[in-house]
């Protein structure tokens, strides 16, 4: 093999290189590039594509995003002449001149590549190729050997040339059998290769086999992590609701953990079983041992930004927690108590403003009171709180 030189570039040349980026194709979820969608069989994924085609063919908003009209390519591998046909009748009027399709094509690292390159040619306006499937275009029968390497490696191939060519290239994939992991993307059948090749991928989820609720989680290297909650309405999916990176870690926790550092905002600090912590918080509706696993999974998540800690000790008759800003109750002062305050609303997704008048209304005197107190707060009434003494029968080294 004759010998290649690297071609290289000084780190100040692409420092202020002036290329332009490609224009996103949906801004925000769909960027130009190699993408991928993993969904379960008979969900809904090809009626969803063909809308996307058609969306863009026609410049018309996906799901409230406006989209720049330009020609659209699908490979409609999986479907024939007279479905594709009742499915356009049901999803438009006037089907559009440039959405080209076609129901046949050749293999990856075969002549698939040669034939997008001529159709591009064709239609040099094209902005995105959808491929449904991407089993479609594999020879299973080729390669053998490291299937990893091999997931990669057809990947590859494609995502080079939708880089060649600054379009998008939108691979339709199906899912792996057996039980649903914490992850969506953990779904897709084949390796990890398949999602890391990809710059960017879609996993469609439905809440229910025969529900018309989904949850379309996107991924990449141009995008913010984020999902949309979709419906399907009738034949198409629109969205109800986007959540970004921080949205789907709020969406994660369970409310009820939200109103533990309200807790000890307002009273310095807990100290009791999970059943005593629960009816602290007025909360009636939710199993002890169902809110011991919530709180060891998802409590840490709100307290320890708030430089809050829990610790728990075993006993024969029950658990119990202490739950307590860190140093004591001593650097609890004011002002601290409204930063902590504001710094919880916007974990919740609630305003500044509301926080603020939180702190002021609710809980001014009691901060006035014993924020420059010496040990923790003791309080008259009976509230689950009490004076910390060294006879107490309590599991923690205060």
């Known amino acids: 093999m004759p010998f290649t030189e690297l071609e290289t570039m000084d780190a100040s040349d692409v420092y202020y290189d002036t290329t332009p980026e490609p224009p996103a194709l949906i801004s925000g979820i769909l960027p130009c590039g190699l993408t991928t969608l993993a969904g379960d069989s008979k969900i809904g994924k090809s009626w969803l594509i063909l809308w996307l085609c058609l969306q863009i063919a026609k410049g018309e908003p996906i799901w409230g995003i406006p989209v720049e009209k330009r020609t659209v390519i699908y490979l409609a591998l999986e479907d024939s002449r007279w479905r594709l046909k009742k499915r356009m009748h049901l999803l438009t009027e006037d089907p559009p001149d440039n959405l080209v399709i076609s129901f046949s094509c050749g293999m990856i690292g075969q002549e698939l590549e040669d034939q997008i390159r001529a159709e591009l040619k064709k239609y040099p306006n094209t902005a995105i190729i959808f491929i449904d499937t991407l089993q479609m275009i594999r020879d299973n029968a080729a390669g053998g050997g490291n299937a990893y390497a091999k997931d990669y490696k057809d990947l590859t191939s494609l995502k080079k040339l939708a880089d060649e060519k600054q379009i998008g290239i939108f691979l339709v994939h199906h899912t792996r059998k057996g039980p649903a992991s914490d992850n969506p993307f953990d779904d ?211």
């Open 188 to 398: 897709m059948s084949g390796t990890k290769a398949l999602q890391g090749a990809a710059d960017t991928n879609w996993s469609l989820r439905k809440d229910t086999r025969f529900g018309n609720m989904a949850t379309l989680s996107i991924t990449g290297r141009d995008v913010e992590e984020k999902q949309l909650r979709l419906k399907k309405n009738g034949v198409v999916w629109e969205c109800e609701e986007t959540l970004d990176s921080v949205g789907i870690w709020r969406s994660r926790i369970p409310e009820w953990i939200f109103k533990v550092p309200e807790l000890v905002l307002d009273r310095g600090h807990f100290i009791g079983t999970i059943s005593e912590l629960l009816e602290k918080l007025e909360i009636t509706d939710l199993k002890p041992n169902v809110a011991s696993k919530e709180l060891a999974e998802f409590a840490n998540d709100v307290l320890a930004p708030l430089d809050m800690e829990i610790i728990s000790h075993r006993y024969s008759y029950a658990r119990k927690y202490m739950i307590r800003i860190k140093n004591g109750y001593d650097a609890h002062d004011e002002n601290d108590a409204k930063k902590r305050r504001e710094k919880l609303a916007a974990m919740r997704g609630d305003t500044v403003s509301s926080a603020s008048e939180t702190a002021e209304n609710d809980s001014d005197a009691l901060l006035s009171e014993t924020a420059s107190s010496p040990s923790l707060p003791s309080l008259a009434e009976d509230k689950g709180f009490k004076e910390i003494g060294l006879d107490d029968d309590i599991p923690f080294d205060i």
